[in-house]
């Protein structure tokens, strides 16, 4: 049993030996900027409200029940105010030097890009881009978040986030890049997430290389794959390299 610090010295000596990392995030890498790990104990699918959150964040609510999906999704979805974290800043400072190809995350809070990450695949989709309904036309995220009645685009259609809810699917172009680039990765690096949440665990089998990196604080049924497994917070990992 290697102790910790012999595998952050291991995991750095990776890095620096590579130029093709793909790295592949979930809500771990954002609760360490302050935004709740939805299905964690006491993340958002555990906090009370009129509905169950997986219920309010579905297709069918979204539609039947429009302006009670916006009072939860300003109350709970806003990431506007956060900011990005250690983790995010060193991945975007490792893209800048050439050695990650592509950030795959399974967040949907915009903290990637925040921090400076370019090629970002965004598999849940982006609270920032929203679309009308009706003619198509793009709203920001602050358009979107301010005032509180259904948002609607000049046109008189409604604006609905480009945001995968619950009974859609996910944009074949995301998952297609995705996948490519995890195929084609050298290192691959696994982060703040279970590997429970679909498509992630499907993903990583695109995997053909001889370094995957598993950080993440609890265990993971993936743990026996990896080439090496980190059980610590993410900020201590990416804050040592
Ligand atoms: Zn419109």
């Known amino acids: 049993m290697e102790d910790l610090q ?4 291991k995991f750095k000596e990776i890095i620096n030996n590579s130029k093709n990392i793909v790295f592949f995030g979930g809500a771990g890498v954002s609760t360490e900027s302050g935004i709740p790990d ?13 509905y169950p959150p997986e219920e309010i964040l579905s297709h069918t ?17 806003n990431s506007l105010k956060y900011e990005p974290n250690i983790t995010h ?32 695949l965004e598999l849940h989709g982006s609270v920032l ?12 995220g602050e358009a979107v978040f301010k005032g509180s009645n259904i948002p609607k685009c000049t ?30 990765a050298d290192v691959l690096i696994i982060a ?18 001889n370094k995957l990196i598993l950080i993440n604080k609890d265990k993971t049924a993936y743990d026996d794959r990896a080439n090496l497994v980190i059980n610590d917070a993410l900020g201590n990992v990416f804050g040592s390299i």
């Open 38 to 50: 939805f299905r964690s104990k006491d993340g958002l699918y555990n906090q009370i409200y009129k």
């Open 155 to 184: 046109c008189g259609g409604i604006i609905k986030p480009d945001v995968v809810l619950y009974e859609e699917g996910l944009d074949d172009d995301t998952v297609f890049k995705a996948i490519n680039a995890i195929a084609n």
């Open 129 to 140: 881009r929203n679309y009308c309904m009706n003619c198509n036309k793009f709203y920001t």
């Open 6 to 9: 012999e595998k952050i010295n």
């Open 61 to 77: 609510f979204f539609i039947n029940h429009t302006k009670e999906f916006y009072e939860f999704y300003r109350d709970k979805m």
């Open 192 to 209: 703040g997430t279970s590997l429970t949440v679909y498509p992630a665990s499907g993903l990583i089998n695109y995997y053909r290389g």
């Open 89 to 120: 800043l060193k991945l975007a400072e490792l893209e800048s030097n050439g050695q990650i190809k592509a950030v795959i995350t399974q967040n949907i809070d915009g903290l990637h890009q925040k921090a400076g990450s370019k090629n970002v």
